[in-house]
């Protein structure tokens, strides 16, 4: 039983032994079959009758799954919305495990200069633990950008952080598969460098060319290209 919508079939067609599933999605609602007695991703032309546009593959190693939005001249109500479908039992892994990473995670990052040079740190635990990176963080649930970037800051390096401007905004997506967006600013800082124990394992002061060949942070490396360009 396909979930209700209408319109002409269209379908892309396999390239690949690897199953291919279809994450249909339009304003938070998303387009699912009944097989086997659970809700699934569409994998067949026979389960499609409307056409989609392909945005892109999700970032996932072992499954191809296609983030697909559907052209449709109307609102597709009756297709269940993506935050109640993670709470519903009879709903495919596949389909809870790409809505998870569908989601865009936030972070902010903190370029500082003193005396001309940038601050980096050098993470011992997280996503970015073995790396030289820009210090910041994910923004917390309530958190403006600037109160999360004031707080990582402190948490990272004992500086206190007065943010000047917004130096840009960078996505990327991640090899665990999720889709992340910093916002990147130049800031001011006062206090004494140290070092947070608990997740970074040293601190250094580098050229705005070093610290772009060191870094393995593609955020950081946006934020110091395009303040090396300013």
């Avoid at 079959?33 to 996932?60: G, M, Q, Y």
């Avoid at 709903?91 to 809505?99: A, C, F, N, P, Q």
């Avoid at 999360?148 to 206190?160: A, F, N, P």
């Amino acid at each position: 039983m396909i979930i209700p919508s209408s319109g002409s079939g269209f379908y892309f067609r396999r390239t690949r032994s690897k199953m291919k599933y279809y994450y249909i999605e339009t304003d938070g609602h998303v387009f699912l079959v009944e097989r086997d007695v659970r809700l699934c991703f569409p994998i067949s032309k026979e389960e499609i009758d409307f056409k989609i546009k392909i945005i892109r593959k999700l970032a996932f190693s072992d499954i191809d799954v296609f983030f697909c939005e559907p052209l449709l001249s109307y609102h597709p109500e009756k297709w269940p919305l993506k935050d109640d479908i993670l709470m519903m039992d009879n709903v495919d892994g596949i389909v809870k495990r790409s809505i998870v990473h569908s989601y865009v995670r936030h972070v902010a990052h903190a370029v500082i200069l003193i005396g001309g040079k940038v601050v980096m740190v050098f993470a011992n635990r997280g996503l970015t633990k073995g790396i030289w990176n820009l210090p910041g963080g994910f923004i917390r649930y309530g958190e403006t950008p600037e109160e999360s970037l004031v707080r990582e800051v402190k948490e990272e390096t004992g500086l206190d952080a007065k943010v000047k401007k917004l130096l840009g905004v960078h996505t990327e997506t991640f090899m665990d598969g999720f889709y992340v967006m910093s916002l990147l600013y130049l800031c001011s800082a006062g206090g004494k460098l140290k070092a947070s124990k608990k997740e970074i394992e040293k601190i250094s002061l580098f050229d705005i060319g070093e610290a772009i060949k060191k870094t393995g942070s593609p955020f950081s490396r946006a934020a110091l290209g395009k303040l090396g360009k300013g």
